[in-house]
């Protein structure tokens, strides 16, 4: 059952974070803390998603304000590094920030780069953490993404291709063309009005789930029971989230009956500051444990006051097609 609409708004804080990097086209990440009589949310839709897409992030924020987290399985989770789309030499820098990490998870396919520069940012991570998945974000065509995972495992493997096409048939195709190489989805299932389609056509090998865009931790763990029936192992990941988000995203991950992969939940260290103290990664892990906002921090990473009535107006909106349906 939903809150209210006033008390979904009486505790809500915009807050911007500065980014130490450019990272999905941003330098600084929005979202809206919403605190409930089980702890806290968050809603961080991203502001290009329309209504209908970010009301399942509101969904979600309101489950971990409302309900609190599923119980918890496991009590660390084991995270991979993440290396945006940068240059090469930039590399190192940024895996010091995953003391631990045996697995780094490299952007490509960033739009006004070439695949040179995506070999330059692989190699120079192989150097240091030698297992590697990528992800493209549907980045490629099909031809695009077999010429540049032929050229990407040329000299080592890769553990995954994350969404190298955009489209569940291409990644079929990709699949037939490459069997040597794992495809995991992830906008194939959480942006996809039927999140199963990609599994039932045999587009992937692994699942990259999101627990804001499926609309809370239980859904996530609803759509890992039907993953798991069919073989497909998880991989929990971050939708640039705030200390706060992140909360949600490790207890779904320690609620998993199973969790083969290190989960892409280590991306707090991309803000220079956060809404809470950084989570200290130990042995490549993250430990699983609520955390309360710092409001000191929070008042002091309040957004400008036009964001923060666009944030308000776009709850409101989202909190009507909630209740709509």
């Known amino acids: 059952m939903l809150p209210t609409l006033t008390d979904l708004l009486a505790d809500a804080h915009v807050v911007s974070l500065p980014m130490r990097v450019r990272f999905r086209g941003i330098t600084t990440r929005e979202v809206v803390l919403i605190e409930g009589p089980a702890g806290w949310g968050e809603f961080g839709a991203f502001p290009e998603y329309d209504d209908a897409e970010a009301a399942q ?99 080592a493997p890769l553990e995954y291709a994350e969404q190298p096409c955009a489209s569940v048939d291409d990644l079929v195709e990709l699949r037939r063309r490459l069997p040597q190489i794992r495809i995991a989805a992830d906008e194939s299932i959480r942006r996809a009005d039927d999140p199963m389609r990609v599994v039932r056509a045999g587009g992937l090998d692994v699942a990259v789930v999101k627990v804001a865009p499926l609309g809370g931790m239980r859904p996530l763990l609803a759509i890992g029971d039907q993953l798991g029936a069919h073989g497909i192992p998880l991989v929990v990941s971050s939708a640039l989230d705030s200390a706060v988000g992140m909360n949600a995203g490790l207890a779904a991950a320690a609620a998993l009956p199973e969790l083969e992969l290190a989960c892409g939940l280590g991306t707090g260290g991309f803000f220079v500051r956060d809404v809470a103290a950084p989570r200290e990664l130990v042995a490549g892990s993250l430990d699983v444990e609520p955390v309360v906002p710092d409001m000191t921090a929070v008042r002091e990473l309040a957004a400008l006051p036009e964001r923060e009535q666009w944030w308000r107006d776009r709850v409101r909106r989202c909190y009507r097609l909630l209740a709509e349906n």
């Open 57 to 155: 992030w509101l969904r979600s924020a309101i489950e971990s304000a409302w309900e609190g987290p599923p119980p918890a399985l496991r009590n660390s989770i084991p995270v991979n590094a993440t290396v945006p789309a940068l240059d090469a030499a930039q590399v190192a820098g940024v895996l010091a920030r995953f003391p631990g990490a045996t697995t780094a998870k490299v952007k490509v396919a960033e739009p006004g780069q070439t695949l040179d520069d995506d070999l330059q940012r692989v190699a120079a991570v192989r150097e240091l953490i030698p297992n590697v998945r990528v992800d493209a974000n549907g980045g490629w065509t099909l031809d695009e993404a077999t010429r540049a995972l032929e050229a990407l495992t040329r000299d």
